[in-house]
C-alpha cells in the first residue's frame, strides 16, 4: 500500500515474545547454514537458552517479532572483555533491514554492558549477506579457517571469525 511506513523497532525481549523468538531461532537450525546447534529449542529450552544470555532482544515490524539477537561472553576470565552474539532474521522477513537494525543494537548493547570487543567465531563463508552487513558496519575479517563449518549437506564450508571494537 503507498503511503505505509512500517516501523521498525528493536527492543529486549519478554516473556511474551518466546514463542517468536523459538521460532525464528529453530528456523535458521533447521536450514542448517549458519548456527552450528544441530538441536531445535523447545518451550522449555528457549525459555531457558534466552534467560541465560547477558541481553536478549527482538527486532518487531508494525508489532510483530521478526528477528532477534543473543549477547553474551566470548570467554571468560582475562578474555572476559570480549562478547559474542548470534541473529536471526524470520526467513520471509530478510531484506527488510531487521539484521543491520538488530547488529547495530547490538553494538550499543555490548558496550553498555560492560564487553570491549565483539567477536565472531564462525561466520560461514557463503553468508554473503551478512559478511557484507557485518563488513559495511566495520566489522574486521581476522582470517579463514578452512573446513570449520560441517553444513546440513553433508559438505564443509570455511568460516571467518570478525571482529570489531565497541
Not at 43 to 63: I, R
Not at 90 to 96: L, P, Q, T, V
Not at 97 to 113: F, I, N, S
Request: proline fraction near 4%.
Amino acid at each position: 500500500m503507498k503511503g505505509v511506513v512500517l516501523v521498525l523497532t528493536v527492543r529486549a525481549y519478554t516473556p511474551a515474545d518466546l514463542p517468536a523468538m523459538i521460532q525464528i531461532w529453530n528456523q535458521v537450525v533447521e536450514d542448517g547454514v549458519a548456527f552450528p546447534q544441530l538441536n531445535e529449542l523447545t518451550p522449555e529450552t528457549g525459555a531457558a537458552f534466552f534467560a541465560a544470555q547477558t541481553y536478549s532482544a527482538v527486532a518487531e515490524l508494525d508489532g510483530q517479532v521478526i528477528g532477534l539477537y543473543i549477547l553474551h561472553p566470548n570467554n571468560e576470565g582475562r578474555c572476559g572483555h570480549i562478547c559474542n552474539a548470534s541473529y536471526a532474521v524470520e526467513r520471509n522477513c530478510r531484506g527488510k533491514g531487521a539484521g543491520r537494525a538488530l547488529v547495530t543494537d547490538c553494538l550499543a548493547q555490548g558496550k553498555q554492558h560492560g564487553f570491549s570487543i565483539l567477536q565472531f567465531n564462525a561466520v560461514v563463508a557463503s553468508n554473503h549477506r551478512a559478511r557484507a552487513l557485518y563488513e559495511s558496519l566495520g566489522f574486521v575479517q581476522l582470517g579463514v579457517i578452512p573446513g570449520g563449518f560441517h553444513m546440513k549437506d553433508g559438505h564443509f564450508e570455511d568460516i571467518i571469525p570478525y571482529y570489531h571494537l565497541l
